[in-house]
């Protein structure tokens, strides 16, 4: 079983290195800090081969721009995005998560962005991607990320009254209040 | 007689409209150029087979603008999956695209695996192989046979769904259950192909293809069929890149992206099968495009039944594959194993995995971020329904209502995959 917390020797590094994919990552990376700086990122990480990077939320329309009209590796295909909540994380609480492809090469890419849930505020992408209308509508609906742009921000799975964003992770699947279910041994 | 009275006291309205209009006709086409009808298409039309409605304003026949509304039958599977062992989210991804449900298990048992590091057996490989492709022929077969339902031939959607019938029959003789299947286990199979299953299955494989060549022969050629979808709903690459579309749909615009040959899994890159690709993105691309790839299908459960290699049907996982039954009760660490499974005392690694299949429509993607605790911390499904769907008010502007029903028919959405 692969452990991903575990320390790799550095044969392994060196095995590392030798992987296309680990290659084809650092071209990715090196591109990135070519076209935006490298201050731009502030978290890269590879997990299970896929280049993850970090950046700021004022970067992200740049970047996937950027990206679109990019001729050398033509990251042009928005996979899925999607948010995401970390309650204990200050200030960092709320994040959206894209993924790119580039169908030419075969690459795919992840880009994380995290911000504060007082001010849930993100550019939208619709200009660039018109699959992206129903996924940033569905970010909004889940989790009451403001898309700043948006043509049409409403929800789009949940009814149109509902006065709260049902995945942020203050709201439990179950009804909290209920004790029949709960359980000595294991707590459930 | 009666009629005549009639016919006399309509000239007699005409007539003094006429009059009143200083001798014009009385409506020109001018005089309704400004009325709107809306309609409702949906959310319960025989027509949309599924639950979603579409708001159209139409100038007579023609759309000018669509609206859609879904969710109808949303589930809240992302926020259930945060409460549920993996072994207990299988059952969510069935019913997301019902008409093929082995390819989303396997695709979310893959995704588990990778996340764990399991490797699968060969054998078990090839059996999701062939059951995927089972699904693929199911899903395509109801897309294009009602498709042509819709275009009003009944006879084939009858044909056809015999097939399918026999492909229920084997999941059955798989997994035990047929529509929502919960097929497969993380880690491999739940049980070995049996002696019936292959029966059945190379039974099949001997009588599908006549059926086939019979429903090709009714559609593919035939007038008024053509008349029908030919140029209805055509949509460029580069549109359809922009809206995300992937499977059959992007395929008949003339993109040949398939996941299982960009990225192979469960043994993809083991078998000889082509993309067909489609020119110009119609309803009638998309129908041949989803006709040959159900003959592709048929070349790959072919291949990998003969290739079958013999070996385990599971992984050697034994803290995440349940025991056999009869080790539970006569055996002291298959007992634990059992319990710490289905208690859900066991905690998966920390990590982040994205792992997608070809699903009936289009790319199916699994994005599971674990903590390390039972659960996932978060679940992301990329539906391609929901993606691929918006761009369907772009294409209905300036067809017809007839038409409009064709091209939703040929997009094959299904509304569990549409709402999750």
Redesign the interface.
Known sequence: ?????KEESPAAQEAAAQDPAAQQNARVLALLHSLFGEATFTDVEE??G?L?VTTKREHIHNIVAGLQQDETLKF?????M?G?HYPENLNQELGM?Y?LHS?VH?I?L?IKIFFPIADPVVPTLTDL???A???ER?AYD?FGIIFTGHPNLR?????EDMDYH??RKQY???DGTREDKTDLF?GR | MAVNDALAGTHKIIEEAKEQQGGQLVPTLNDFSQELTTLNLGPTHPATHGIFQNILQMDGERIISGVPTIGYIHRAFEKIAERRPFYQITPLTDRMNYCSSPINNMGWHMTVEKLLGVTVPKRAQYIRVIMMELARIADHLICNSILGVDTGAFTGFLYVFQEREKIYEIYEEVCGSRLTTNMGRVGGMERDLSPAAIDKLRKWLKEFPAVMKEFESMFNRNRIFMDRVVNVGPISAEKALNYGFTGPNLRAAGVDYDVRVMNPYSSYEDFEFDIPVGTNGDTYDRFLVRNEEIWQSLRIINQALDKLPDGPFHADAPHYYLPPKQAVYKNMEALIYHFKIIMGEIDAPVGEVYHSVEGGNGELGFYLISDGGRTPYRLHFRRPCFIYYQAYSDMVVGTSLSDAIVILSSMNVIAGELDA
Do not use: G, K, Q, S
């Open positions: 079983m692969a452990d991903p917390t997990p299970y896929l993850t042009r295909f928005l996979t899925t999607c995401i998560i993924h169908l075969n795919r992840r991607y018109a699959t209308n129903w996924m569905e889940f929800r789009i799975l949940n009814v049902p995945m439990p699947v179950e294991f």
